[in-house]
Nanobody, 124 residues
Framework: HVQLVESVGGLVQAGDSLRLSCAAS????????IGWFRQAPGKEREFVAA????????YYADSVKGRFTITRERNKNTVYLQMNNLKPEDTAVYYC?????????????????WGQGTQVTVSS
């Protein structure tokens, strides 16, 4: 059984930076992809970024490309989402997710394990 625990988000101002972490336990993540999704009030949960654990390939939604960076730290079984130049439209609950042999990296239903979510609020 996989457990994913996100760090606490926060309230920041537009233009600020914030780093989220996702600590995984329960198994090794060979052949897994770890992704970040977010859900704003009244909207569907959307893909933000993902990384393939084995090879470190990274993927980003167009809306965050160039501002967000996803990385992994193998010996800590942890994935980070560095968010720079935050905008009010980045306000959402952010979820970490893990999926085995994910084919379509941005699809929610490819991920079988989810964290509890953490709130990120960006004020203008």
């Amino acid at each position: 059984h996989v457990q994913l625990v996100e760090s606490v988000g926060g309230l920041v101002q537009a233009g600020d930076s914030l780093r989220l972490s996702c600590a995984a336990s329960g198994r090794t993540f060979f052949n897994y992809a770890i992704g970040w999704f977010r859900q704003a009030p009244g909207k569907e949960r959307e893909f933000v970024a993902a990384i393939r654990w084995n090879i470190g390939s990274t993927y980003y939604a167009d809306s965050v490309k160039g501002r967000f960076t996803i990385t992994r730290e193998r010996n800590k079984n942890t994935v980070y989402l560095q968010m720079n130049n935050l905008k009010p439209e980045d306000t959402a609950v952010y979820y970490c997710a893990a999926g085995l042999r994910v084919a379509k990296i941005a699809r929610r239903d490819e991920y079988g394990y989810w964290g509890q979510g953490t709130q990120v609020t960006v004020s203008s």
